[in-house]
């Protein structure tokens, strides 16, 4: 059959039938008075207001848009090409730039712990991020993130997608999304913002100092070399849609070639570190594992042995909508298997490390002036595992817990409010956790904090703002048995933060 202009556009009718409706409807909803966000913001001519509450927090516009797999479009494309051989080669390009560049920059200050040589300084820049997302063909499109680190000076993958997505209508008040994805972290295609790779406080400079962090925690953000092929649907169905069920299913095995964040801490070896590692908020001082002042603060606290086989990553979330309102409950797991060995090695026996996630998201729309509230909760419990004679624990087996609970509320989407409680808590695990001066002796992950943090966005494309984090318990220290000269409050960090995206 020959495949005409005409064929095309009644084909691409039939298949967004069913989404097109609902994408209409919500972008009639939603504020257009701003433009950021630059590359979804040109492909449909949607406000960033239309798919965020702020970036990167979604709407439900913004959830099916990305469900959608970054397709949809409301621009005039490139004339389709035919060549007279026999066949017709269709050419469809967007006529619009899918670049799109993140400027972040940062003065961070940490009360009294000499966490490293450039805590206390303007960064900037920061970070810088290139872009490349949007449809790339019909029903197929992408999430391509490449980050620079002004601390480390390298550039790698962040956390990316490829998808193949495609709507199906199945009745009245029905929609069924189906889609297939690779992807280089955990959790990137996720449409919550409880979800590790998208989870509050969502700008997290180097200096940042923080507890222990889960298996699944630490890949976010592709901060372990992981590459990843899986499926997600979405199912709607009831009056106006308002029942959302989402599920999704992905394998995961050592990446080799995609590198791996710039963001993501030392992981250390037996290669002596350079300036730039002992500069790091994450170095851990002395030994292959890391026995100096900020062992497990926010580093890969497995040793640094490559992902052992495939690990599995399964997700199920319910959403409901009602006026104004959206309700989300969810839980995740995944199942990894870690190389007990220094250095970037694949050999030797394996640590076994097992993700559990109860999560829940509460959201508040008032569309009419431009006011919005999120509520997030999500609690990950990890179950640890080592190898008979590890170098890496104490222990032969652990567990990890990590509460983050937080809220965000934004004036007219220009002034916003943000707070939040953190806890990790576990086993006691000296090897694993490390001691030194400035952590308890115990090998303790106890850390707790909170933060409160204020934003101005005086335009979608910007954003400044101020964030304070108070410290009650750092790994085991608490404010009032302090290790050598330190307490907890030497932890506490002052954080003024810019962002422009064009």
């Known amino acids: 059959m020959r495949i005409t202009n005409e064929n095309l556009r009644k084909r691409r009718g039939r298949v967004w039938k069913a989404a097109g409706a609902t994408l209409a409807i919500g972008a009639a909803l939603y504020s ?54 026999g066949k017709s080669v269709g050419l469809l390009l967007m006529r619009l730039s899918q670049f799109s560049v993140f400027v972040q920059g940062a003065y961070t200050n940490v009360n009294g712990a000499p966490v490293n040589s450039r805590s206390n300084t303007v960064k900037f820049p920061e970070q810088l991020s290139l872009f490349y997302s949007g449809e790339i063909t019909p029903h197929i499109g992408t999430f391509m993130h490449i980050t620079y680190n002004g601390t480390s000076g390298g550039m790698a993958f962040d956390d990316s997608s490829i998808v193949w997505s495609h709507p199906w209508s199945v009745g009245s008040n029905k929609m069924l999304i189906t889609a297939v994805d690779v992807n280089n972290t955990p959790s990137q295609t996720d449409i919550y913002n409880t979800s590790p790779d998208w989870v509050a406080p969502f700008y997290n400079p180097d200096a940042t100092p923080g507890g222990p962090s889960t298996f699944i925690q630490q890949a976010a953000g592709a901060g372990l070399p992981l590459v990843g092929v899986g499926t997600y649907e979405a199912y709607l169905f009831g009056p106006n849609k308002a029942n959302w069920i989402y599920f999704e299913a992905d394998a995961y095995a050592a990446g080799y070639g995609t590198g791996s964040n710039p963001n993501a801490g030392y992981i250390p070896g037996p290669t002596p570190p350079t300036d730039s590692q002992t500069d790091s908020p994450t170095y851990n001082g002395t030994g292959p594992y890391g026995t100096g002042p900020l062992a497990g603060a926010g580093n890969f606290p497995y040793g640094a042995g490559r992902l052992s086989g495939v690990a599995p990553y399964v997700r199920l979330a319910y959403q409901h909508d009602w006026g104004n309102w ?83 509320y934004w004036y007219h989407d220009h002034y916003g409010a943000e707070a939040g409680y953190q806890n990790v808590w576990g086993s006691a695990n000296p090897g694993l956790y490390g001691t030194g001066s400035m952590i308890s002796a115990n090998g303790s992950p106890d850390t707790t904090d909170e933060w409160v943090e204020a934003s101005y966005l005086p335009w979608w494309n910007t954003r400044f703002a101020i964030r304070y984090t108070i410290f009650n318990k750092y790994q085991g220290l608490g404010g009032n048995s302090p290790v050598g000269t330190y307490d907890a409050s030497a932890f506490n960090t002052l954080q003024l933060l810019a962002w422009l995206a064009f």
């Open 32 to 85: 257009v008075s701003a433009e950021a966000l630059p590359t979804f913001a040109r492909q449909t001519g949607w406000s960033c207001a239309t798919c965020h509450t702020s970036y990167p927090q979604l709407t439900p516009m913004g959830r099916m848009f990305k469900l959608l797999g970054y397709t949809t479009y409301n621009v005039q494309r490139q004339q389709k090409v035919e060549a007279k051989l």
């Open 326 to 408: 959206n309700w989300e409950v969810g839980t995740f797991g995944m199942w990894s298997r870690v190389y007990d060995a220094p250095g970037d090695i694949k050999t030797g026996q394996t640590d076994r490390f097992a993700d559990y996630d109860l999560d829940t998201q509460l959201q508040w729309l008032d569309i009419a002036n431009n006011n919005n509230l999120t509520v997030h909760a999500s609690w990950i419990h990890e179950d640890q595992t080592f190898a008979p004679g590890t170098a890496l624990s104490s222990a032969s087996s652990g567990h990890l817990n990590s509460l983050n609970v937080n809220a965000e």
